[in-house]
């Protein structure tokens, strides 16, 4: 399984990154073929060192052939373009893609 990861910082209008979050992003990712799942975390995230951060998503895929196969799309590419919307209302986002094994 391959985990893209999106580390959202506090935003300065939670109101409105919500808005865009639930209504615009969220709906355009979820329709990436290949994406399995879509989970988020609000539970106030701290990673090591203190920093905290608002909103951790997690998408998943099968493996990075689908993830890039679907980011390489015109809708991939425009899921993409929109993360400069959230990273306007959330300066400083993070992602990385992990690929996982069970053990």
């Known amino acids: 399984?391959?985990?893209?990861?999106?580390?959202?910082?506090?935003?300065?209008?939670?109101?409105?990154f919500e808005r865009h979050y639930l209504?615009?992003?969220?709906?355009?990712?979820?329709?990436?073929?290949g994406l399995r799942r879509y989970a988020i975390s609000r539970s106030s995230v701290v990673v090591r060192g203190g920093?905290?951060?608002?909103?951790?998503?997690?998408?998943?895929?099968?493996d990075m052939e689908s993830l890039q196969r679907d980011f390489a799309s015109d809708l991939g590419r425009e899921t993409a373009k929109d993360m400069?919307?959230?990273e306007a209302l959330?300066?400083?986002?993070?992602?990385?893609?992990?690929?996982?094994?069970d053990v």
């Open 51 to 62: 920093e905290r951060y608002y909103l951790v998503a997690e998408l998943d895929w099968d």
């Open 1 to 16: 399984m391959t985990r893209f990861l999106v580390l959202y910082r506090q935003p300065a209008d939670v109101d409105a």
């Open 84 to 86: 400069e919307n959230l």
């Open 90 to 101: 959330s300066p400083g986002v993070q992602s990385m893609i992990l690929e996982l094994e």
């Open 23 to 33: 209504d615009v992003h969220v709906p355009l990712a979820k329709q990436l073929p």
